[in-house]
Structures are given as C-alpha cells and as structure tokens.
C-alpha cells in the first residue's frame, strides 16, 4: 500500500509539472513570438523605405495622417448615420408633435413590452424597488409572476434607466428621447466597426467609406432600426459588430504585442456585453466558433490565438450564467458544449509526444473527435441540467428543414411568421440593383477558391509564409480573411432559410464585398491565375483597387443619394386614430382588474400605453407564454358557443379584442 501511494503521488507530481511546464512552454513561445514580430516588423519597414528612398520621419507622418483621417472618416461616418436615423425618425413619426400616447404607440409588438419596462423602470421610487418589482413581476402577465429582467434581457433597460438618472438628464431631455438617442448612437458605433472591419481587412479607408454607403442604401435589408427601435438586436449587434472589428485585427498575422493586447481586450469586453445584451447572442458565438474551429482545423491561423478566443467564450458563458441569475440555457447552449469539446482536444493534443503514432492519428481524427465529443456533452448536459429555454427552436428547425411534420399549431404560427420564412426575391433584387450582391459573389468566389488552394498546398505539407506580400497573389493565406469567407458562408446559409436572418448576414456582405473591390491582393490574387503579361499586374491591381470603388461611389451617388435627400425632407403621416381610441376607451372606461386577450403585437401595445394585465406577450423564447398565445386565439375562432365559453375560461380573460382587422374598435365583455 505504501509503494503504491507513493508511486500515485510521483505520478500526480509528474503529470502536474509536466502541464506547468508545457504551460510555460505555451506563454514563453508567445512572448518570443510577440518579441520577433516587434522587432521584425520595423526592420521590414526600415529595409522597405530605404529601398523607395524614404526618411524614417516621412514614413512616421505618413502613417499617422492616414489613421488619422481613417478615424476620422469612421467616426464621422458613425455620427451621420446616427444624425440620418434620428431626422428619418422625426420625419416619419412627427415625433415632437405627438402627444405621449401617440409617441408610444409607434413601438409596437415585443418593442413596446421592453419599452415599457423602461418607463416602470423610471416610474419607481427607486432603482433597486424598480429592480426587485421586475425581478418578481406579477402585473404584466396574468395569473403568472416572472423574472422579467432575466426572461426578457431587459439589461438594456436597466443601463439606460440608470444613466438617465444618474446624469440628471430628467430637467433636460425626455425619457423617450433619451432611450431612442442611446439606441440612434449604437447604430452610429455599429456602422463604425464595420468601417474599421473593411479598413483593416483592406488596407485603405476607401473600403469603409464603401461599406458605410451600401449599408445605408440597403437599410431595409441590413437593420430593423425603422419600425423596432427597442428590439434586442439593436442593443447588442453593435457590440457584435464590435468584436468582429477587433477579432479581425487579432487575427492578423505579424501583429505587435500593444495592437494584440487591444484587440484581445476588446474581444474579451465585447464578447460578454453582446450575451448579456441579448438571449440568442450565444447561438450567434456558436456559429463564430465553429467559423474559427474550421480556420484552426487547416491550420490557417495561429491555434493560440484561436483558442485565447475559447477562454473568452467560456468565460463570458460563465459569468452571463451567474449574473442572469444563472441562466440554464448557456448550460445547455451548443457554444459550450463546442468550446469544452474543443479545450479537450487542445488538452489531449498537447500531452501526446509529436511524432507517434498517436500525435497523428490525433490530428487526422481531430474534427471527428470535436463533433462526437460536442454531441456528447450537450446532450449529457440536457439531461442533467433541468432547462425549458428555446426547446420549441428545435422542433421548429427540424419542421422547417423537413425532418418531422406537425399539426401542432404553435409550429405552424411560427412557419407563418414572415421573418421565419424564406427570403423573397424582393431581397435579392434589391440587393442587385445597389450593386453589392454581385460584387460580393465575385469577391466570395475569388476568396473561396484562393482559400481552397492554400488548404490544399497545406495538406501536401507546404508551409504557410511568415508574411504575405502583394506580389505573391496569395490573399487566402490571410487568416482574418479566411474567418470572414467561412462566417460569411455559414450566415449565408441561414439566411437563405430564414429571412429574419437576413439582417444578420447583409451588413457583413456589404463589408466583404466593400473590402474585396478595394484590396489590391484580390485583384492581384486573380490576374496570378490569368497570368496578365501584356499590363504588369502589380500596376494593374492598384489601379483597380482605386478605380472600381471610386466608380461604384460616383455610381451609387448619383442614383441613391437623391432618394435618400428625399426620404429626409418628405414629411410623412402615422396616424392610428383606432388604437388611440381604444387606448384611451381602456384609461377611462375598463375596470380595474381587466385583463385583456388578443393577439401579441397588440398585448404589448395595451401594456405599454395603459399598464393593463394581458393574457400573453408577444415573445418566442417561453412555451407559457406561447401556449397561451395559442388558447388566445382558438379562443377567438369560429367555434360552438360551448366550446368559445370553455377555452376562454383556460385564461383570466375578463376582455377580449377580436376584431381581425384593426383589433381595436370591437370588444367582448365576458
């Protein structure tokens, strides 16, 4: 027993320091790395300007005249739009004309649910009683008492009633100003970190400035800013537009150790703030880590930057899980499993001896092993972890990819739902005619197969270059570039089944497509495999990069921009005297302990305007709530006098509106 204790601690210690040691390895290879690529880069730089005849101080000016006007040209950019958004706005609604009543009733379905919470927010005698009444929520649902901040990720609400009152902004603007301003200011940042994803993917500005205006003309495709200002994608995909930005810069190959640690820091604070920002944002980091994993699995990119960005995720899952008072649905979310599969096979690759048999039957099992081990644990963690979260996603996904069929009619409601259905052909000609989807096809055809070629040059044991240079016409050795093909074609997918998904996948085709007209290693990738002799191909590349863009700028101004002057000085009329009617029918006439049915845009309407009970929220992410959407309705069909008596006394309807047209001049008393 002796000797066998012995031998178990002696074999505990050598495992130990051999993971401490490996550890170490680990961080003293990234350091030598950060060190060489400091000192080789302005050895390169130095090697460079004596060979053109440059001093030092002139390249020195250069390069900080071009960030700065770059900056400037983003941060103004991002400005503009928030200014366009905010002018657009006022024309369309009047909004300083209307009355309160009028003002809310221009948010509509679940936008008018978080604004409200918003206006108890503001409403109570302090923020923690506002905190706790949300917290334990039984005046908004009937019959049903919530966690309002956590199943509805009212984070938003809570930082925006906080800074209105914390910058005693109460005697100087409006609490609905306010809101929408913060939200007009994301979307400015939003299209600030396109710019900079297209400027460093680049090289050149003039590829934001192309970005920012295909984004901009193509608003009905790229954001649901117009008519759901308060919606949960418009408070976090700016900070998801951010941590691409910065995870594009991380990528880069040859980075100094100040740019690396920025961008990783960036990554790290933007990643958390988009999950806590939004309850679908860990499904969106699922298909970005399966973008990397993909990059890390050709061996493309640098594994230890690929899997700095996996100690990000896991460590944003688990502090969203302990501040959403822990949150179930991050425990069972696919990221996690993914990310876990993914450390494990990291772990396992690092502890086999290179060169064995067992090193490279691991790297030739690797994706197989990722996946069979990711299936494992969230189905091992569905069955451990009690969870009700998203459960009816699943069922919906595998109707619509046709797996199952269901006469079940929460599932057929959804597959009615416009945004769950396929995009129409409306989308693609738009997209057409602004120019951005065949340029885009045409930059994701020239990425795609330059990145085939490197993937294939990599399986035959070629190595990667330290640095790519314009004359090698090698743009999908680029590992930032190869990200942003894969993310792009994955989003892409999703987008052709889902139109909803459409606002996820447009605004990065227009920083793609942005990006590829303006580089000079696309042009030049393409004329190595034209072999140009007649112009020399390097002059011809930046030629193309200068003129297309500037053609296509010239090009979209003189189409769009009058459109655009004309959306901004027309006056245009919202006007609902029937709902205004009905909201103020409920102020004055409906008894106090009323609850109303209906169907769910309007629910959240009357609880925003009146701060009645309702029977159902408009909201997809609960199968209460979807349940009972589904009594609401059969409730109000068709049926045997018996039947409509028995199903509305399922809820604690006292009224009900089932005017299909308006649903607002009609109501039953039951």
């Known amino acids: 027993m002796g000797f066998s204790g012995c031998s178990f601690r002696n074999t505990v210690a050598i495992t130990s320091y051999k993971m401490s040691s490996g550890a170490a390895d680990l961080r003293q290879r990234r350091k030598q790395n950060c060190t060489e690529s400091d000192k080789m880069a302005p050895e390169e730089r130095h090697k460079e300007n004596s060979k053109l005849g440059r001093s030092p101080k002139y390249m020195l000016i250069q390069r900080f005249a071009k960030l700065f006007f770059g900056c400037l040209a983003a941060v103004t950019s991002g400005m503009m739009y928030a200014v366009y958004l905010s002018t657009y706005h006022e024309r369309k609604f009047w909004f300083s004309s209307r009355q309160e009543l009028e003002r809310e009733i221009t948010f509509q379905g679940d936008s008018a649910i978080y604004y409200s919470f918003y206006k108890e927010l503001l409403k109570a005698p302090s923020f923690e009683r506002g905190v706790y009444e949300l917290t334990h929520n039984n005046k908004t649902v009937s019959l049903k ?3 309002a901040v956590q199943q509805m990720t009212l984070y938003p609400e809570l930082i925006a009633s906080v800074l209105y009152q914390a910058s005693g902004s109460e005697e100087v603007i409006e609490p609905v100003y306010f809101y929408i301003g913060i939200v007009f200011g994301l979307q400015g940042i939003y299209v600030t970190a396109l710019f900079v994803t297209s400027w460093v993917m680049s090289g050149t500005w003039l590829a934001g400035m192309l970005t920012v205006a295909w984004f901009i003309i193509n608003r009905t495709d790229t954001t649901r800013i117009d008519y759901s200002i308060p919606s949960r994608e418009n408070w976090a995909l700016p900070y998801f537009a951010c941590q691409v930005a910065a995870l594009t810069g991380y990528l880069k190959k040859n ?3 100040s740019a690396e640690k920025f961008c990783y820091l ?21 298909v970005q880590a399966v973008s990397l994993f993909l990059l890390d699995s050709f061996a493309l990119a640098q594994s230890e930057k690929v899997h700095e960005v996996y100690k990000i995720y896991m460590f944003s899952l688990f502090l969203g899980y302990l501040l959403q008072f822990e949150n179930s649905a991050l425990l069972v979310s696919p990221l996690l499993s993914l990310v876990a599969a993914l450390m494990l096979s990291k772990y396992l690759q690092m502890n086999v001896k290179k060169g064995t048999f067992m090193s490279r039957l691991l790297k030739i099992m690797y994706i197989y092993l990722v996946l069979t081990v990711t299936l494992t644990l969230n189905l091992l963690l569905k069955m451990f972890v009690p969870h009700k979260e998203n459960e009816h996603l699943l069922k919906f996904l595998e109707i619509k990819l046709g797996l199952n069929t269901t006469k079940n009619f929460t599932m057929n409601w959804l597959l009615c739902q ?11 000609l738009r997209l057409t005619q602004s ?3 065949p340029f885009y096809i045409l930059v994701l055809i020239i990425c795609l197969f330059s990145v085939t070629q490197v993937v294939f040059r990599r399986i035959c044991g070629e190595p990667l270059k330290e640095t790519v240079k314009l004359e090698d016409g090698r743009i999908g050795e680029r590992p930032e570039i190869v990200y942003h093909v894969i993310h792009t074609i994955l989003l892409g997918s999703l987008a052709m089944c889902l139109e909803g998904m459409k606002y996820l996948w447009t605004p990065y085709v227009c920083m793609l497509a942005a990006f ?21 191909p ?20 003189k189409e769009f921009f009058p459109r655009i002057m004309t959306e901004l000085s027309e006056l245009q009329e919202f006007y609902d005297p029937d709902t205004v009617e009905l909201m103020t029918w409920i102020k004055r006439q409906a008894p106090v302990a009323a609850v109303f049915a209906g169907s769910p845009q309007l629910m959240g309407v009357i609880k925003l305007c009146t701060g009645w009970m309702v029977s159902s929220l408009p909201l997809y992410n609960d199968d209460d709530l979807l349940k009972r959407n589904e009594n609401t309705f059969q409730a109000n069909i068709s049926m045997q006098n018996v039947n409509l008596h028995q199903q509305r006394q399922m809820l604690p309807i006292q009224l009900s509106i089932t005017s299909p047209a308006l649903e607002t001049s009609k109501i039953d008393v039951l």
């Not at 002059?539 to 700028?553: D, E, F, K, Q, Y």
Request: aromatic share 16%.
């Open 145 to 147: 008492t919530i966690n």
């Open 255 to 257: 980075l100094n150790c």
């Open 266 to 286: 960036l990554v790290s604070a933007s990643t958390y703030t988009f999950m806590m920002m939004w309850e679908y944002s860990h499904y969106l980091l699922f």
């Open 418 to 428: 416009e945004s769950l259905q396929a995009p129409s052909q409306d989308f693609f």
């Open 435 to 437: 120019s951005l989807l």
């Open 516 to 536: 590829g007209v303006c580089s000079p290693e696309l042009w030049m990738t393409l004329f190595k495999w034209l072999r140009l002799k007649a112009v020399h």
């Open 538 to 557: 390097i002059l011809l590349a930046l030629i193309l990069s200068m003129a297309v863009p500037t053609i296509i700028g010239f090009s979209l101004w």
